[in-house]
């Protein structure tokens, strides 16, 4: 697939001298959906704020479909749809009328049947006489959507498109995002909602403290990175972990009622076998056996605390 986005060596210092982005780069194709992961201050935002042209970079260059977006940025904003995270709309327009005027600030000529598209799309055309002040948040934040899609852009970028909104409105929100894919739009999106990423994303980037610790596909980052574990479920209920299995890593849930064996997925043996086989030698019955990955939570907590150490 072609790069649609190209980031290089992207440096943003703050008035002040702060380092904002130490140097970020990363390539992103056309049609993918790529999560971007941090904690609060890692630098997400403003990475999202200089390829959109809100804030200019201190060094670095970046192109969206070809276009630099310093010595070409109209071509290059043309191209992009920013949602932001923060709500601001004017509360005494229609909502028709908003999303009409962001199309036509890009220079696009009116056009109703997409315009009832794009509002249908977000379940927002019931409401396309309303006033914006009597929209509730989450509808609100449609508007901020369908604002963006409004001149058709090709690079979405949605920052932290689900902060503060309910599980169906959330739920919806990605529903929309694999419309928008499937149309092939390209998707950047930032999120503290790490099992968001882990279900809806292509590629996965971690930044912390102004760097892109990784950009890795998501499958292959969790087979790499991930541990799984297996639970090993008992008839009976004991005190302690028997002698008989001390050599395992084994920990004993809350309950007494299963021993959990973590294991790594690369390991040469897995040990699962033996274990099996030591735990009914010690006298245990086996009620249940079931495995899990580790999830991607788990993976970005542990990359993000290296990088502190
Ligand atoms: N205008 C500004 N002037 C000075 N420092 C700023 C400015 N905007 C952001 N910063 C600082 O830059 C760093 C990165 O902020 P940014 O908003 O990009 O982080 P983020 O990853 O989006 O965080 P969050 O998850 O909280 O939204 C923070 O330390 C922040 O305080």
């Not at 923060?86 to 199309?103: C, D, G, H």
């Not at 994303?201 to 991930?226: F, H, P, T, Y």
């Not at 009976?236 to 021993?259: K, M, T």
């Amino acid at each position: 697939m072609s790069t649609i986005l190209s980031i290089e060596n992207l440096r943003k210092f703050y008035d002040g001298g702060f380092e904002a982005l130490k140097g970020v780069s990363l390539d992103i194709a056309e049609g993918e959906i790529l999560a971007l992961l941090g904690p609060n201050g890692a630098g997400k935002t403003t990475l999202i704020s200089t390829v959109c042209g809100i804030t200019t970079p201190s060094s670095g260059r970046v192109t969206v479909g070809g276009h630099d977006i310093q010595s070409d940025f109209r071509a290059a904003r043309q191209m992009i749809g920013l949602v932001p995270q923060e709500i601001a709309l004017e509360p005494f327009e229609k909502v028709m009328n908003t999303v009409r005027f962001s199309r036509g600030l890009f220079g696009h000529r009116r056009d109703d049947a997409r315009m009832e598209e794009i509002l249908r799309k977000l379940s927002l055309w019931e409401k396309r006489n309303a006033a914006i002040r009597e929209l509730s948040g989450g509808m609100k934040r449609r508007v901020l959507i369908a604002k963006a899609l409004a001149h058709e852009p090709r690079v979405l970028f949605l920052d932290e498109p689900t902060a503060g909104v309910d599980v169906e409105l959330r739920k919806d929100m990605w529903d929309i995002v694999a419309e928008l894919k499937r149309a092939g739009v390209t998707i950047i999106l930032t999120t503290h909602y790490i099992e968001e990423a882990e279900a809806i994303a292509d590629r996965v980037g971690v930044i912390n403290n102004g760097e892109l610790l990784l950009v890795q596909d998501k499958a292959s980052l969790m087979a790499q990175m991930g541990q799984k574990q297996i639970e090993v479920m008992l008839v009976e209920r004991i005190d302690a972990i028997p002698d008989a299995l001390s050599s395992y890593e084994l920990a004993l849930n809350g309950a007494g009622d299963s021993l959990i064996y973590t294991y790594d997925v690369h390991g040469e043996r897995t040990g699962i076998t033996a274990l099996l086989n030591d735990v009914a030698q010690a006298g245990l019955t086996l009620r249940d056996v079931s495995t899990r990955q580790s999830s991607l939570e788990e993976i970005f907590v542990s990359l993000v605390s290296e990088d502190a150490a």
